[in-house]
């Protein structure tokens, strides 16, 4: 029995959704809403006590973390492998996650501002202090704060783009040279690491950089993921209705 | 044939030495001197385009990121097993070390106003901002920065310290009651991942928090870490050799 606590839009979410779908695995999902801050209540934290999504909960017990979610369900149902044979091209897998969960503040910075902004302007600045006190991660307090008082300006996000091109297109466009995907020779939790934020950098951030004339190898990887049958069960909505 | 690239008392080199030595793996070890900047020399940043220690060369071929050269190892020569069986333990145990990982840059604060600060504080404008824009992470940016200008204050310190404590050692303590060890029943790459930090807190930062005390299992569980052989060999020697 497995039970994902996830967000239609959170890029986390999105991968282990992909990586439930590539497996052909059947799940029962619970949408919590950021919005709402019921990654926040109570009960949420009792199967989650960093207050984050997704949380996957398999025979009863929990597990946090996007990529380690992946690997878990990989090791637990090796049919169809994600993972590569050898032990070089698991590393260089494992730190193609690590690289791009490193680069998620520069997402947020896109993200948040469409559908949290919203409800978080509306706080009080007691309720922003009673928000903010309850977030163990200081760059993710910054990110509700930003999101609730100050936007990010027209140069930060123009920053947020830039680093989103040079640290994950174009390495992605090195990477994929070999064999067209990210690690290897097949589809990997490395390229369902990358779905998410290449997803919103088409949509949105820079569409033109997800072309044939800047980055091209990463343009052909794209239209493959998104032929997958996988990708359109996951369901990678539109982020924002109006777009 | 296995080469490391690692600095005495870099906290990721230290948990390499010390996976290496529980492997019982010979190595050939290339001492990289961060004082002098030689991490971000040329021919450094050809095997490690981030500038940062350590890197394993293995069949020629390099890896960085010290959680992810410990589970290479593990894959790579699976005798003894530092990771546990159950699909399970191994994503918390890939858990732990993210976790702590993500701890690094309350050890900097102690770590680096050592034998860094001396050499960066005597840095003109004009080398430091050479040395600034050559490093990629922002994190480590301020924390030459930091070094180099503005030592951390007192209550930067101190929350430093209640950080480590509270993130580390408190969990740690509820970890370890069912086995006496991180994850499962046995050492893994979790306790590795633990112990240059607990050293650093032990000898210098908290040392009245690793007692029988306030953190009763870790102490135990730090004099069981010191009595394995491949703790000596791995060389904790002391940070600062006048403490």
Same mark, same amino acid.
């Given at each position: 029995?497995?039970?994902?606590?996830?967000?239609?839009?959170?890029?986390?979410?999105?991968?282990?959704?992909?990586?439930?779908?590539?497996?052909? $695995?059947? +799940?029962?999902?619970?949408?919590?809403?950021? %919005?709402? $801050?019921? *990654?926040?209540?109570?009960? +949420?934290?009792?199967? =989650?006590?960093?207050?984050?999504?997704?949380? $996957?909960?398999?025979?009863? /017990?929990?597990? *946090?973390?996007?990529?380690?979610?992946?690997? +878990?369900?990989?090791?637990? +149902?090796?049919?169809?492998? $994600?993972?590569?044979? #050898?032990?070089?091209?698991?590393?260089?897998?494992? =730190?193609?996650?690590?690289?791009?969960?490193?680069?998620?503040g &520069?997402?947020? !910075?896109?993200?948040?501002?469409? *559908?949290?902004? /919203?409800? #978080?302007?509306?706080?009080?600045?007691?309720?922003?202090?009673?928000?903010l006190k309850?977030i163990p991660s200081k760059e993710r307090q910054e990110a509700w704060l930003r999101?609730?008082? /100050?936007?990010?300006?027209?140069?930060?996000?123009? %920053?947020?783009?830039?680093?989103?091109?040079?640290?994950?297109?174009?390495?992605?466009?090195?990477?994929?040279?070999?064999?067209?995907?990210?690690?290897? &020779?097949?589809?990997? !939790? @490395?390229?369902?690491? @990358?779905?998410?934020?290449? /997803?919103?950098?088409?949509?949105? !951030? @820079?569409?033109?950089?997800?072309?044939?004339?800047?980055?091209?190898?990463? %343009?052909?990887?794209? %239209?493959? !993921?998104? #032929?997958?049958? #996988?990708?359109?069960?996951?369901?990678?909505?539109?982020?924002?209705?109006?777009?």
């Open positions: 029995m497995i039970i994902l606590h996830h967000g239609w839009r959170s890029s986390a979410s999105r991968r282990v959704r992909l990586c439930l779908e590539e497996k052909g $695995l059947g +799940y029962e999902g619970h949408v919590v809403d950021m %919005a709402r $801050l019921e *990654h926040h209540s109570p009960e +949420y934290l009792k199967i =989650n006590p960093l207050g984050v999504i997704p949380t $996957l909960i398999h025979d009863g /017990k929990p597990l *946090h973390e996007s990529g380690t979610i992946c690997e +878990y369900l990989d090791e637990t +149902y090796p049919d169809p492998p $994600l993972r590569p044979d #050898a032990p070089y091209e698991r590393a260089v897998m494992r =730190n193609w996650i690590r690289h791009i969960d490193g680069l998620i &520069n997402l947020i !910075i896109f993200n948040w501002r469409h *559908h949290l902004a /919203k409800t #978080a302007s509306q706080w009080s600045d007691q309720e922003l202090a009673e928000v309850n999101a609730a008082r /100050k936007p990010y300006s027209e140069e930060e996000r123009g %920053a947020a783009r830039d680093k989103l091109v040079t640290s994950l297109l174009d390495r992605m466009e090195a990477a994929l040279k070999p064999s067209g995907w990210m690690v290897g &020779n097949a589809y990997s !939790i @490395a390229d369902i690491a @990358a779905v998410p934020f290449v /997803k919103r950098i088409d949509e949105e !951030i @820079a569409p033109d950089e997800v072309g044939p004339r800047k980055h091209p190898r990463v %343009a052909e990887w794209w %239209a493959k !993921i998104q #032929a997958r049958p #996988a990708y359109s069960r996951a369901k990678f909505d539109p982020f924002v209705t109006t777009l």
